[in-house]
């Protein structure tokens, strides 16, 4: 029975260690010995920590021997974290070769409140380097790959976290999506994967790519999963001002509640510009299915128009990387992180250090951010780009106040394309971040939730968006869905 542990929910363990069906440690065995059978193949740890993770199994047990009543509610569940969330005395990469031996002297305020809620830490995952990528192919420490197909990418960046959950190696992993980051790669390896509504977990502890549009979330192996662990991760953080004073709600409890309720009354918008010419046959069909299932349970289906669509990828690729050029020039070989050697004045030291330290899609992209700041193009990009954000926000403020409760959406154009297909052409690499990015620019909560396979057995995830602080709806929607989806989610690799 041990090596069947690791194809439990979060919340099958939770339950299974309250009753004493079997203990943490033995938790942590099955998952850590899956981790030593595949994670190689795969590539998708950059750091186990075996030990770790076995003393703080132990201890505990030793809680949930003493009193399993008071227990916080991730007591003994082993997680996997993304190599961007840094983690107090083990190593944190952000899988670049600038900070392959760091060692963090805290941790980030998600990582944090996920141990307090007696998460076992199980390793670090790999992803694009500083989450920059649509492939999980930028990493420092080699491509991911997809344990559907092991020809195919798995989904960047935060491929390596989202590969942790559909191969057994951890319950649950926290990744962070910037402009799809979370919901691509779950979309393609066929796990759950949430965006929350922006400042509604603290970024504090994230190595920063752009600091406006990255978020803290969840892949996990259920939705009811994904409900327990934002509950754990959500609140306001004093060391981040950006996180939001709302009150947590008790997002499992709401949804179980839910459950037996019909969704009568609830709107789905289906918006025009995300069915698109180039959308893949088979991924169309199966988002047109999930919106008739939808409409089975009560819902009603209405065709919105969000007109400014297709500036979202452009505006994403002007501003994320004007953040990224802000944020990354801290990475000088002064402080911390690389420093390149025999070097003879100043001007040296940074031009070698960034060379040698930055891998060649974080350079694109420093790049193109330093040339939309620059005086001769800040108004004609960067400040444009701003005020098409606001139109962007603009769309869905009047498609859900006007027309809907909650979005039902394609995730990405297609389903995992082969790994190095697209790295000779970044302009078709971008394009897979279409239907991602307008969420990401507004703010607001996103989901993937596994439906389906395509002909040659690899996930279809469909996207669900919904108003800002309204995880709640993406929740009740995506567990109707997940009730009547055809893919296979067990473990694979």
């Known amino acids: 029975m041990a090596m069947e542990l690791n194809k439990l929910s979060a919340v099958q363990m939770r339950e299974g260690l309250l009753s004493g069906d079997f203990s943490a440690v ?17 590539n998708n740890f950059i750091t186990v920590c075996s030990k770790e993770a076995t003393d703080a199994a132990n201890k505990a047990d030793s809680l949930l021997k003493k009193d399993k009543s008071n227990c916080p509610k991730l007591t003994g569940i082993p997680i996997a974290v993304k190599d961007m969330l840094l983690t107090k005395g083990i190593r944190t990469t952000c899988s ?9 002297p805290y941790s980030s305020t998600a990582v944090e409140k996920a141990e307090a809620n007696g998460a076992i830490l199980i390793g670090k995952t790999n992803h694009d380097e500083f989450g920059m990528g649509t492939s999980n192919e930028n990493s420092y420490f080699g491509p991911v790959k997809n344990p559907w ?10 491929g390596g976290s989202a590969v942790s959950i559909a191969a057994g190696h951890a319950a649950f992993s926290l990744a962070t999506d910037t402009g799809g980051s979370i919901r691509q790669p779950a979309s393609y390896t066929g796990v759950v994967g949430i965006k929350p509504t922006y400042g509604r977990v603290s970024r504090y502890g994230v190595i920063a790519f752009a600091s406006s549009l990255d978020q803290v979330g969840p892949h996990t192996r259920t939705v009811e999963d994904a409900a327990l662990i934002l509950e754990a ?3 306001k953080d004093s060391n981040d001002s950006t996180s939001i004073d709302l009150p947590v709600p008790d997002f499992l409890k709401d949804l179980r509640v839910a459950k037996e309720q019909s969704l009568a009354g609830l709107k789905v918008g289906l918006p025009k510009e995300y069915f698109i010419e180039g959308l893949d046959k088979e991924v169309e069909e199966s988002t047109r299915r999930a919106a008739k299932e939808l409409e089975k349970e009560g819902a009603e289906l209405v065709e919105i128009s969000l007109p400014h669509t297709s500036a979202a990828l452009p505006v994403y690729y002007i501003l994320a990387p004007a953040e990224a050029s802000s944020n990354l020039a801290r990475y ?12 003879s004045n100043l001007s ?3 031009e070698k250090t960034r060379s040698e330290g930055f891998g060649a899609e974080v350079k694109r992209r420093i790049l193109i951010g330093s040339y939309v700041l620059s005086s001769g193009s800040y108004d004609a990009f960067y400040h444009k780009a701003q005020q098409v954000r606001t139109l962007i926000i603009d769309d869905f403020k009047s498609a859900f106040q006007n027309s809907c409760d909650v979005i039902l959406a394609p995730v990405c154009p297609s389903t995992a394309f082969k790994i190095g297909g697209l790295v000779k052409s970044p302009l078709k690499m971008y394009l897979q971040d279409a239907l991602t990015t307008p969420a990401s620019l507004a703010g607001l909560p996103g989901m993937s939730v596994p439906f389906s396979t395509d002909s040659n057995n690899l996930p279809i995830g469909v996207q669900l968006i919904a108003p800002a602080f309204k995880e709640d709806i993406l929740f009740k929607t995506a567990e109707r869905l997940e009730r009547v989806a055809t893919i296979d989610t067990s473990i694979h690799c």
């Open 26 to 42: 033995e938790l942590t065995k099955t998952h850590l010995e899956k981790i030593e059978s595949s994670s190689k193949e795969l």
């Open 96 to 104: 670049s070769n600038m900070l392959k031996d760091f060692i963090p």
């Open 149 to 158: 197909n092991l020809e195919r990418v798995p989904g960047g960046s935060s």
């Open 233 to 235: 991760i959500s609140g």
């Open 332 to 343: 000088d070989g002064v402080r911390y992180g690389h420093r390149a050697a025999k070097i």
């Open 348 to 350: 040296e030291l940074y």
